[in-house]
């Protein structure tokens, strides 16, 4: 007899089908996403959809498929419609409320303490998704050291002084800043800071994540991942063309 569960469980498909199903997901909240940002940068400037016709370019029936997800436009006519909007291209794919932007209230801001509380750092973004950049604002008390965390390789950081002294150590050299002074260096190798002062120290960090090449993550389907698995390693160097192996 069939259990209750097989009833509601999805059909078993295999990894090109699961590949599929996740690139069309992706292009379904791309598509929502665009035409929610689009009708709301129209409605922010009171245009309507033949005036933003008439500006862009674009055809009012474009704009109405694009605003009702019904189509991703390209990248040539999405250049058009921010041109006309007098926004950036990217507007078009953040997640920010309805208003173009998100309030981070000081008050209900989350503070990460380490150290018995003599070192703070608060994020100035929405930290709910991965994000390309992150910015913090960080707080170390007098005569405190704090080691830093170690990221990615390929990951920079962009600190800035806003009260007090801080000494940072990178791979062990050391450098002085002062207050309204900067650096710039690789997030993934050691570093610390301290504060020499008798007062809090204050600063401002931004941290850029890297970007990895979508060559360098391949697609691994589970039935290919199972393939490479029982198939003799020598076996599959031959199989690879003379020029990717050349790589």
Not at 91 to 112: K, M, Q, S
Request: with cysteine.
């Amino acid at each position: 007899m069939q259990s209750p569960l097989a009833l509601v469980r999805d059909p078993v498909i295999d990894g090109a089908d699961v590949d599929a199903h996740a690139a069309t997901e992706t292009v379904d909240a791309l598509e929502q996403l665009v035409g929610v940002n689009l009708a709301r940068l129209r409605a922010e400037r009171q245009l309507s959809l033949d005036a933003l016709s008439r500006l862009s370019g674009v055809s009012r029936a474009m704009l109405a498929q694009i605003e009702s997800a019904r189509s991703v436009p390209s990248i040539k006519v999405l250049c058009k419609i921010a041109a006309a909007l007098k926004v950036s291209v990217s507007a078009f794919l953040r997640r920010y409320a309805v208003h173009g932007f998100e309030h981070l209230p000081a008050e209900r801001a989350a503070r990460l303490l380490t150290s018995n509380g003599r070192f703070a750092t608060r994020a100035l973004y929405p930290d709910a998704e991965p994000a390309a950049a992150e910015f913090h604002e960080l707080r170390i008390a007098p005569l405190h050291t704090e080691p830093g965390t170690r990221r990615l390789p390929g990951t920079t950081a962009n600190l800035v002084v806003s009260e007090g002294t801080l000494e940072i150590s990178v791979h062990g050299r050391r450098q002085l800043l002062a207050t309204g002074d900067a650096i710039v260096f690789d997030a993934d190798q050691p570093h610390t800071l301290r504060n020499p002062g008798d007062t809090e120290a204050r600063a401002f960090r931004v941290i850029v994540n890297p970007e990895t090449p979508p060559r360098w993550e391949p697609a691994v389907t589970a039935a290919s991942a199972a393939a490479q698995l029982s198939t003799p390693l020598s076996t599959q160097l031959s199989a690879q063309p003379d020029a990717q192996l050349a790589d």
